[in-house]
Structures are given as C-alpha cells and as structure tokens.
C-alpha cells in the first residue's frame, strides 16, 4: 500500500511570492491533515480537512490556505511569503475510524524563502 | 500548548529496553495517550495509542498508569534505527486531525 506522497520535495521561493504545495494521502484515507516544522517553533497544526471541508484551522495567518478535492487528495497555499515561512511542511492523512485516529505522516516539502 | 511532559533526552544500550515516560495529569477521561516519533528529517511516524489498558503491538508496548495521569512507552530491543524524537501526544477525536505536538524526547541508541 502506498504511503503518503508529497510534491515537490523540495521549494526554494522568493518573499513576497506565493507556493502551493501537494499532498496525495493513502488510498481510503479522507481526513489529511497539515503541520508546519520550524527549529523554533517545532511542529504546528495548520489545518485539517475532511470530505473536501476544513474541519479545523490551527493558528496562522489568512496567508495560509488549502483545499481538499474530491478524491482525497490536497493542497495548501501560502501567499506573500515570509522569511520565516521557511520550514517543512508535513501532511498526513487518516482513515478515521471510531476511536483510532491514527495519523500516517508524509515526508515532507523543504520550503525556503529568500 | 501540548498537555504532556517528556523528559528532552535519554540515552539507551542497543539490545536493551527503552522505557519512555510521559506526564499527562491534566487528561479527560475521552482522550487518548499517542506515541509518535520522528526520524531525522522525515515526517513523524505513528508507533502505538491507548485509553486506558496497557496495548502492545510490533513496534513497541504502551504501559498507562491506572489514574491515567502517566504513561511509559516501552521499545523492547532498541536499536540503532530507534534513534528519534518520540512524541506523546493527548488527543480525543473530537479534535478532529489537530495533534499537539510538545517537544518530545530525544532518544539516542548508542552501540
């Protein structure tokens, strides 16, 4: 069974523009899941969705967006970059299921902002 | 802020038992105690959950004290590739896909 796929692997952006960053869960999975990881900060909840509806937001600015499509598969977005947007960016997808909410993590997408 | 306190470090002998603790006195009674961890670089790996009883799988064993304030992840035989920052995280599922990662404990496996 394939794992939790995230494109590209690596980004490196300039401030002031905006990325969109891809995560493909695995098969049967509807809930994915958002995480930023800074030295700093550690990891981060962003956002989850579910069934293509954000379910629950973590607490970024309005620069960070995402969506979920019909299959599962999702995207986030951030506007204007920031340096300190510079992190790795982590998905993970979960098939939900009563009392086990098991989250299985992608490898990440290597942002950096010069 | 993440419910849970882990030591930031421990050391553990290849071959031998890794115990790893974990506080959670504030826990509701609907939550359960997760385990991840985190090789190097790579996105955070699910190792074990419970609610209550102790849980045992491939990868590691779950001991929950019975007033579920603590809980000690055990990895039987550790080994090089053990070396990772493990995680203990509180979660009930009405938090929907939020986990609130604290800052785990380091374990080095040394030769």
């Known amino acids: 069974k394939a794992g939790v796929t995230q494109t590209p692997r690596y980004l490196i952006k300039t401030r002031g523009q905006q990325v969109t960053l891809s995560c493909s869960p695995i098969?049967?999975?509807?809930?994915v899941s958002w995480y930023q990881q800074t030295p700093g900060q550690g990891l981060q909840f962003l956002f989850e969705?579910?069934?293509?509806?954000?379910?629950n937001k973590g607490n970024f600015p309005g620069r960070f967006s995402g969506r979920q499509f019909s299959n599962s598969r999702s995207e986030m977005n951030v506007s204007t970059l920031e340096l300190g947007d510079s992190a790795l960016y982590l998905c993970a997808s979960s098939k939900i299921q009563g009392g086990s909410y098991e989250q299985y993590f992608g490898p990440g997408t290597r942002l950096t902002v010069t | 802020d993440a419910k849970t306190t882990q030591p930031p470090s421990m050391d553990c002998a290849e071959g031998r038992a890794a115990n790893l603790p974990c506080n959670h006195s504030t826990i509701s009674g609907n939550e359960y105690v997760y385990w991840y961890r985190q090789i190097h670089s790579q996105g955070p790996q699910y190792i074990i959950h419970g609610l209550k009883n102790n849980e045992t799988n491939e990868m590691a064993s779950l001991i929950i004290t019975e007033d579920r304030k603590s809980s000690t992840l055990i990895l039987p035989h550790a080994t090089l590739r053990d070396t990772a920052v493990y995680y203990c995280i509180v979660f009930s599922d009405n938090q929907g896909g939020k986990l609130i990662f604290g800052q785990g404990t380091e374990l080095s496996v040394k030769p």
């Open positions: 098969s049967g999975h509807r809930s």
């Open positions: 969705y579910f069934s293509e509806t954000q379910r």
